[in-house]
């Protein structure tokens, strides 16, 4: 949670910046259960961005 985007300009940065703030839009579970869902999309969205 300590990233910050702004200070540090990279390729990835646009669609990123994007995906973040998309994912905490549905918060149909608990909290918690959707945080970790949030996560593992950010994660397989960076290994696909990376690829």
Do not use: Q, T
Request: proline share 12%.
């Amino acid at each position: 949670m300590g990233w910050v985007w702004k200070d540090e300009p990279k390729p990835l940065n646009p669609p990123l910046a994007m995906a973040i703030i998309a994912l905490p839009e549905r918060p149909k579970k608990s909290s918690l259960e959707s945080s970790f869902e949030s996560a593992r999309k950010l994660k397989k969205f960076l290994e696909n961005a990376l690829e």
